[in-house]
């Protein structure tokens, strides 16, 4: 059991580019999370999904966000045209159907708009 | 819209001192989880409570929910450097798996 892992764990862009971070969850957890986090503030539910089904997605989820796990395993989050308002930590967590409702995070991918 | 308030928000205490935070919701929750999160890195599972009036103990600390399912408890005995961080309680309600989190309690503890 490697834990769950975020890639990359620091990301510096530009406002307006594109970005996209990884997630590979615990091996063999179904359901896997993303939340944003800044700073003083708890972890906001961004989206989850149960294999490769997207099964809810918060309003803070605008257009410019899009989120795939496309067999299942690792899943990616994408931030079109970035804005300032976007810096955060992006945090990744997975959890696995039937074994209660414990959910895992990896350490997070910190995005700094510039 | 469910919420999630913790207080206090921040705590500063001696090593040695005892605290309680708590996690307080006018929402019912199917079950309640306690995190400790260290800054730069994602937030570690302390413990999970799911029965209305359950209490979990961990070593130094202990975890009470609320017999209506709606408010948390963490109690830590003779606090330690090593306690120091931002404590947040997170929560789903039935038949949802979106949790919810706290606005955490950043703690520090001073030798």
């Known amino acids: 059991d490697t834990g769950v892992s975020q890639d990359p764990r620091h990301k510096i862009t530009k406002r307006g580019q594109n970005v996209t971070f990884r997630c590979d969850p615990i091996s063999e957890h179904n359901r896997l999370y993303w939340y944003r986090q800044t700073l003083g503030q708890g972890p906001e539910f961004l989206t989850y999904f149960q294999n490769e089904a997207q099964l809810e997605k918060s309003r803070l989820l605008s257009d410019r966000f899009s989120a795939e796990r496309p067999k299942g395993s690792f899943s990616t989050l994408e931030i079109q045209r970035t804005e300032q308002g976007d810096s955060a930590m992006y945090l990744c967590?997975?959890?696995?159907?039937?074994?209660?409702?414990?959910?895992?995070f990896g350490p997070g991918t910190r995005l700094t708009v510039t | 819209t469910q919420l999630l308030e913790q207080s206090p928000q921040f705590l500063s205490i001696q090593e040695g001192e005892n605290l309680t935070v708590y996690c307080n919701s006018s929402?019912?929750?199917?079950?309640l989880q306690w995190y400790r999160q260290e800054p730069g890195e994602g937030p570690v599972l302390l413990v999970t409570v799911v029965t209305g009036g359950e209490v979990k103990k961990l070593k130094r600390l202990t975890f009470q929910f609320g017999d209506a399912r709606k408010d948390s408890s963490l109690h830590i005995t003779a606090a330690q450097t090593g306690d120091t961080g931002l404590y947040l309680c997170a929560g789903a309600g039935s038949g949802t798996y979106k949790y919810i989190f706290g606005t955490g309690t950043r703690l520090k503890v001073l030798a």
């Open positions: 967590a997975s959890s696995l159907v039937g074994q209660g409702p414990e959910q895992y």
């Open positions: 929402s019912v929750f199917s079950s």
